[in-house]
């Protein structure tokens, strides 16, 4: 069975940091394109950062280009997305998905191109 986990989320203030990290059982995450997808209150979901298998091309939105880093350990089956100058806008569950698609880095495509979820883990900003 697969399951993926998201986990570093929480409360943070505006200008500080957090890290996510999202790790698998039953999945080998070198095997796929990789991303950071999020959900703010009453809004659709976005992908804001994706990965390519070996890490060597990366799509950032622009509301994160500069502030957030996103990368990955295949040997560690984990993925990792570093939020720095967190912003109250930023608020959000974040879901880690992983999928076949790749765009070239051009942005990270549709959810319906990620097979495996995580359950998504809550980043609260406060100003």
């Known amino acids: 069975q697969v399951q993926v986990a998201e986990s570093g989320g929480g409360l943070a203030q505006a200008g500080e940091s957090l890290r996510l990290s999202c790790t698998a059982s039953?999945?080998?995450?070198?095997?796929?394109?990789m991303g950071w997808f999020r959900q703010a209150p009453g809004k659709e979901r976005e992908g804001i950062s994706c990965?390519?298998?070996?890490?060597?091309?990366?799509y950032y939105a622009d509301s994160v280009e500069g502030r957030f880093t996103i990368s990955r350990d295949n040997a560690k089956n984990t993925l990792y997305l570093q939020m720095n100058s967190l912003k109250p806008e930023d608020t959000a569950m974040y879901y880690c998905?992983?999928?076949?698609?790749?765009?070239?880095?051009?942005?990270?495509?549709?959810?319906?191109?990620?097979?495996?979820w995580g359950q998504g883990t809550q980043v609260t900003v406060s100003s």
């Open positions: 998905v992983a999928g076949d698609a790749w765009y070239g880095g051009s942005w990270c495509g549709l959810e319906s191109d990620y097979k495996y």
């Open positions: 990965i390519s298998w070996s890490g060597g091309s990366i």
């Open positions: 039953g999945l080998t995450l070198a095997d796929y394109a």
